[in-house]
């Protein structure tokens, strides 16, 4: 026998009965979407793998460490998206739905792959529901969407979350910070890990997120970006806060949430839970004023998040508000007794189905022991059986496997024999 093929480390199976119930999470999110009138968009798995370098930035983790890269058997570079706003941000330029004059609102769904450490929470493919907003946006459009998150949380009783907000300034002030964050880290480089040393030159801003420990004592008197916002970013900044303090959103502000993408500018923030262990941010996302013009589109901002769907799993588990539902009902098995009578059943089952009653056919074995197993294993409410009689009569035994009543049909009153049976199932 040979070894069985298992699948690939950090990639999860999602089986019966969880795929519907999964599924059912997107459809909730994408629910709340939209209510607040985003459109879906269907986006493709791998891209040129250069928009990622050229939106999220060539010296991130995600870029340097964690895509999956390939060269096709043309020669060109692509790489399986490892998130959505970079495609979702070529497909809206692409087909020109982006204009100076107008917001649109657009969400998407669906796996995402990064090479990372598999643990809870954390897999190399997983999945997102995110939206964005493009056009010409104001801090309230910020408030706007973090209060549709906001209502993600309420709603799946999201256990002990948290709002971190933190603004990262602009092209005009973002980079006296950059330089006042060099030279800080460059007077503590004796004590920065490896790691903090390389990005103090490639991307300083990365060192903030450091979680070594030895790194923790530099970064508690590490300079702030919200000392440095110019006049603009500080506005923006106020007003967010104030506008969710109107809409009693709470948050807490944390100077040092720069998010693993490059392409952030003002708002960043994030919803984390406690209940989530090491990984507990379950949404997060911010605003990108130069991403657009970046990948060659009009000069347009734009605000966004991405809420991993894993986590939102885990954490309405712990809440107990996982989706109910069930698998879709078989109602009817149908077992043929001999070769000679699988035509007549394969018809039975084709006409049930267009009556629309789910149904089976059970076709292996001629012992109706098995067939009563597979009946009870699918949920079936009745069997119908076609033997030596029926087939000579041209009839089918119909056996309710609740009541125990056993009913002969005509064969060909394939109507007649739903109608039947959906009464019995669903009694007026
Ligand atoms: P983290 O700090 O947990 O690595 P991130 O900053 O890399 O997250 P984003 O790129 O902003 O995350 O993605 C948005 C959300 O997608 C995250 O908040 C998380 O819920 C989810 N997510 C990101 N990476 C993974 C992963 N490898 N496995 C499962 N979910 C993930
Ligand atoms: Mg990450």
């Known amino acids: 026998m040979s070894l069985p093929i298992r699948a690939p480390r950090g990639v999860k199976d999602i089986i019966p009965p969880d795929a519907i119930r999964f599924e059912k999470i997107f459809e ?7 209510t607040g009138g985003f459109q879906k968009i269907l986006l493709p798995l791998f891209e040129s793998a250069t928009l990622f370098s050229r939106s999220i930035g060539g010296a991130t983790d995600i870029v340097e460490k964690e895509m999956y890269t390939f060269e096709d058997k043309g020669g060109d570079l692509f790489a399986l998206r490892p998130e959505g706003t970079a495609s979702l941000l070529r497909a809206a330029i692409e087909h020109h739905l982006v204009d100076p004059g107008k917001i649109v609102r657009l969400s998407y769904g669906g796996p995402m792959f990064r090479h990372e450490r598999p643990q809870a929470g954390r897999l190399r493919q997983f999945h997102q529901i995110g939206a964005e907003i493009l056009g010409p946006l104001t801090p309230s459009d910020d408030v706007d969407l973090i209060s549709l998150i ?10 002990s979350w948290r709002l971190l907000l933190n603004n990262m ?10 330089e006042a964050l060099v030279l800080y880290l460059s007077q503590h480089e004796q004590s920065l890990c490896p790691t903090c ?20 004592n530099i970064l508690e008197t590490v300079p702030r970006i919200t000392d440095f916002l110019c006049p603009k970013s500080q506005s923006h900044f106020e007003q967010v806060k104030s506008e969710l303090d109107s809409l009693d959103i709470p948050y807490t502000l944390s100077h040092q949430l720069v998010r693993g993408l490059d392409y952030y500018t003002e708002t960043t923030f994030e919803f984390v839970s406690d209940a989530l262990g090491a990984q507990s941010t379950w949404a997060a996302g911010g605003r990108y004023d130069g991403l ?8 347009i901002p734009g605000f966004g998040f ?14 107990g508000t996982l989706p109910v539902v069930a698998s879709p009902p078989v109602w009817m098995t149908v077992f043929p007794l001999m070769t000679e009578a699988r035509p007549s059943a394969l018809k039975l089952i084709r006409n049930l189905r267009e009556n629309s009653i789910p149904t089976t056919g059970f ?18 409410r009745f069997i119908a059986f076609i033997g030596e009689d029926e087939l000579r009569s041209e009839t089918v035994l119909i056996k309710d496997l ?23 199932i669903l009694p007026a």
């Not at 909730?28 to 939209?34: A, R």
């Not at 300034?169 to 950059?178: F, I, L, M, T």
């Not at 009541?403 to 394939?414: H, R, W």
Request: aromatic share 8%; hydrophobic share 30%; net charge positive.
């Open 197 to 216: 040393r390389h990005r103090t030159k490639v991307n300083p801003l990365r060192v903030l997120d450091c979680k070594t420990p030895s790194c923790q």
């Open 169 to 178: 300034g602009c092209s005009v002030c973002r980079p006296s910070y950059r």
């Open 292 to 299: 657009c013009q970046e990948l060659g589109g009009p000069d």
């Open 306 to 319: 991405a809420a991993g769907v894993e986590r939102l799993w885990l954490l309405r588990e712990k809440a």
């Open 150 to 159: 906001h209502r993600m949380a309420v709603s799946f009783s999201i256990p």
């Open 402 to 424: 609740k009541t125990g009543e056993q009913t002969s049909y005509p064969i060909k009153e394939f109507s007649f024999i739903a109608q039947n049976i959906r009464k019995t």
């Open 363 to 380: 076709f292996g074995s001629v012992k109706i022991k098995s067939a009563f197993r597979q009946a009870e294993r699918e949920g079936s």
């Open 28 to 34: 909730d999110t994408t629910g709340i979407l939209e």
